[in-house]
């Protein structure tokens, strides 16, 4: 099983930064992508940004500029440094993280697992 365990959301003004935290915990043998996901109310879940492999990274463009994606490859932990933040980025923020583990019998298993979330809200 693999857990991931979000931090960092939070209410700050419009230009305001927030930097969340993802940390991936449990029987992974490597991880393969990490991301961040966000939904606000009423619209469907949507990427924000994620790291595959160590330097592909792809951004929304409503972020792009504003919004930095990092990873921990030795922690197990991806990063996103929100700055000039705007209230249209106010949603709850998903960590996500895709690779493989070890299987019970041996081996190794695919697994892709999402974090609780964390609300980020941008007041104007």
């Known amino acids: 099983q693999v857990r991931l365990v979000e931090s960092g959301g939070g209410l700050v003004q419009a230009g305001g930064s927030l930097r969340l935290s993802c940390a991936a915990s449990?029987?992974?043998?490597?991880?393969?992508?990490m991301g961040w996901y966000r939904q606000a109310p009423g619209k469907q879940r949507e990427l924000v940004a994620q790291?595959?492999?160590?330097?592909?990274?792809n951004y929304a463009d409503s972020v792009k500029g504003r919004f930095t994606i990092s990873r921990d490859n030795a922690k197990n932990t991806v990063y996103l440094q929100m700055n000039s933040l705007k209230p249209e980025d106010t949603a709850t923020y998903y960590c996500n993280t895709e690779g493989l583990k070890f299987g019970i019998a041996g081996g190794f298993t695919p697994f892709g697992s999402w974090g609780q979330g964390t609300q980020v809200t941008v007041s104007s």
């Open positions: 790291i595959t492999g160590s330097t592909t990274i």
């Open positions: 449990g029987s992974i043998f490597r991880i393969n992508a």
